[in-house]
């Protein structure tokens, strides 16, 4: 997967292990999810897009939706491929999850016990960035039971 949509959508930040992203016609965006689905994109998506610093947000139905996804990043750096757990502004880096069962290789690699987090993590850049992989999971009937009908 190519690195450059990720970093024009400019991720604020997410954190936590999930995300959620919606699709309306063709296209995903990053969102948060309730009762009313805010989208976040680079340029506005219809007349009522507000802007807010360098990004678009808009509001809309599950009804306005093609699906909602939970989706978890996975970051490949040096060969491995780790859980992301959080993204810094811009993608300027990412802090990655060590891998389990590989914790003392991983700290080989720079990797540091986090004892308040009780995690062991490491912030990259994203020059150090080899691949990503999004995985997703569809919520839209779940929502659509929950927020509106397909009616």
């Given at each position: 997967m190519?690195?450059g949509?990720?970093?024009?959508?400019?991720?604020?930040s997410?954190?936590?292990e999930?995300f959620?992203?919606?699709?309306?016609?063709?296209e995903k965006?990053?969102?948060?999810?309730g009762?009313?689905?805010t989208?976040?994109s680079p340029?506005?998506l219809n007349?009522?897009?507000?802007?807010?610093?360098?990004?678009?947000?808009?509001?809309f139905?599950i009804?306005d939706?093609?699906d909602v996804?939970r989706?978890?990043m996975?970051?490949?750096?040096r060969?491995n491929e780790?859980?992301a757990?959080n993204?810094r502004?811009?993608?300027?880096?990412?802090v990655?999850?060590?891998?389990?069962?590989?914790?003392k290789?991983?700290?080989k690699?720079?990797?540091?016990?986090?004892?308040n987090e009780?995690?062991?993590w490491r912030i990259i850049?994203?020059?150090?960035i080899?691949?990503?992989r999004?995985?997703?999971t569809?919520?839209y009937?779940?929502?659509?039971?929950?927020y509106?009908?397909?009616?």
């Amino acid at each position: 997967m190519k690195l450059g949509p990720f970093f024009e959508m400019a991720i604020k930040s997410f954190n936590g292990e999930w995300f959620y992203l919606s699709y309306l016609e063709n296209e995903k965006y990053l969102s948060m999810v309730g009762k009313i689905f805010t989208l976040f994109s680079p340029l506005p998506l219809n007349d009522n897009s507000v802007s807010y610093d360098d990004i678009f947000y808009t509001e809309f139905t599950i009804k306005d939706l093609k699906d909602v996804t939970r989706a978890k990043m996975f970051i490949k750096y040096r060969g491995n491929e780790y859980e992301a757990m959080n993204v810094r502004k811009g993608f300027d880096s990412v802090v990655l999850k060590a891998r389990k069962g590989f914790e003392k290789e991983d700290e080989k690699l720079g990797f540091e016990y986090n004892r308040n987090e009780g995690v062991t993590w490491r912030i990259i850049t994203k020059d150090e960035i080899e691949d990503i992989r999004i995985e997703e999971t569809s919520f839209y009937d779940e929502f659509l039971e929950k927020y509106g009908s397909k009616e």
